[in-house]
C-alpha cells in the first residue's frame, strides 16, 4: 500500500480539522447561541412584567396613600362639624382663647339650632348651624387676636357680625374697647337643642 505524501496527509489533516470545527459549530456552539438568545427573550419579556408589576404597584401605593388621605380629610371635616352640636366644648375653646389672648369674656348667649337656608337650585345643605352671641373686653390688639384664634379653631366656627365701642379712661380704669360678636357653630346633622348655657 502506498503511503500518502506529506502534502496530502496535511490536506487530509486541515479537512478533518475544518469538518471536526463545523461538526461542533453546529452541534455545541449554534445550539448555545439559539439558547442565549432565547434567554435574551425571556429576560426582555421579565424586564416588561417588572416594569408592569412596578407600575402597578406604583399605582396602588398611590391609590393607598390618597385612601389615607382621604380618611384623614374626612376625620378632620368630621371633628369640624360633627353630627352634634358639642356646644359645652366649643365654649370652653372660646373661653380658653379668651385667656391665651388678655381679653376678658364677659357674656356667651347660645341660640337654638337653625337650619341651613336652600340654595338657589333648591337643594339644602347637609350642616345647620348654633348662632352664638358673644360680649368681649380688651385692647384693640387683643381683640384682633382674639379674633384670629377664633377663625385658627378646627372646629367649624364663622364670624358673622362684630361690632367694637370705644370706653375712654377713667380715673380708675384705662380706656378698652367692648366687642359683640355673633358667630355661627356648625352642625352636620339637625337638632332641636343646644344643650348648652352661657358660662
Partial sequence: MRQLSAQVQMYIAIGVIVVVTLAVAFLVILPLFQEASA????????Q???????????????????????EVELMRIANAIPDAPQLPSVIIELQDIANASGVEFISLSPSDLTLAAALPDGTV???????????????????????????????????????????????????????????EVYVMAASTTTGASAP
Fill in 48 to 70: 416588561q412584567n417588572l416594569a408592569t408589576a412596578q407600575a402597578l404597584l406604583a399605582r396602588r401605593q398611590s391609590a393607598k396613600a390618597q385612601s389615607a388621605a382621604n
Fill in 125 to 183: 345643605p347637609a350642616f345647620s348651624s348654633v348662632p352664638m352671641s358673644l360680649t368681649l373686653s380688651g385692647s384693640w390688639s387683643e381683640l384682633i387676636d382674639y379674633m384670629n384664634r377664633v377663625h385658627a379653631l378646627d372646629r367649624g366656627v364663622r364670624v358673622t357680625t362684630s361690632s367694637f365701642t370705644y370706653v375712654p379712661a377713667t380715673e380708675e380704669e384705662p380706656a378698652f374697647i367692648n366687642a359683640s360678636v355673633t358667630l
Fill in 39 to 46: 434567554i435574551k427573550g425571556e429576560i426582555a419579556t421579565e
